[in-house]
């Protein structure tokens, strides 16, 4: 992809991009309320580098450096039983969650966000599983990236850290691409 200041690759997540990821992430909270508790009870890094973690990769532009940033991981924990209620016809070993998505605030509008999403889901499917992964509702442009890109609502989820003031997570799914 070719940014309009140069091209922009993805490539793998390295241990000394979370420094700038952290950064970036504290960054663009604001105005995206991504993540939706700001500060985190617990380190940023922490957040950005998940236990069970599958993949992760950086958009990355030659003059500006990291600009965005996607992981996938397994299900697990109350998640895992919730896609399990709300995928019944697959086995939560088959899915896997596309998390810990965001760009750069200056980034916005580029196509970063829809480049990593891309790029997980490619590994995803390339290993022979479903993506899935949950979303704020409230989160109206990223909600609209995922549906705009044939993502589909199957069910929800209420996190213990998510305030009673606040409507569930939806947990979304791609289907299986069709053989033509």
Do not use: I
């Not at 973690?53 to 030659?62: G, I, K």
């Not at 070993?93 to 999403?117: I, K, P, Q, T, Y």
């Amino acid at each position: 992809m070719s940014g309009p200041a140069g091209p922009v690759v993805v490539r793998p997540r390295r241990s000394a991009d979370v420094p700038r990821l952290v950064e970036l992430l504290a960054e663009q909270q604001p105005t995206s309320h991504y993540p939706l508790r700001w500060p985190l009870p617990f380190p940023v890094e922490e957040f950005l580098v998940r236990p069970g973690e599958d993949a992760a990769w950086v958009a990355e532009h030659a003059r500006d450096g990291v600009l965005g940033h996607v992981a996938v991981t397994a299900a697990t924990g109350d998640l895992a039983g919730h896609l399990a209620r709300a995928l019944p016809d697959r086995r939560v070993e088959d899915l896997a969650v596309v998390s810990v998505l965001f760009v750069a605030l200056a980034s916005r509008g580029l196509g970063l966000g829809g480049l990593l999403l891309d790029t997980a889901v490619a590994h995803v499917r390339a290993a022979g599983r479903v993506p899935v992964l949950d979303v704020v509702p409230t989160h109206a442009g990223a909600l609209a990236l995922y549906r705009g890109r044939g993502w589909r609502e199957v069910g929800g989820f209420r996190p213990p850290w998510l305030p009673a003031d606040r409507p569930a997570l939806l947990l979304m799914a791609l289907d299986p691409v069709e053989a033509r």
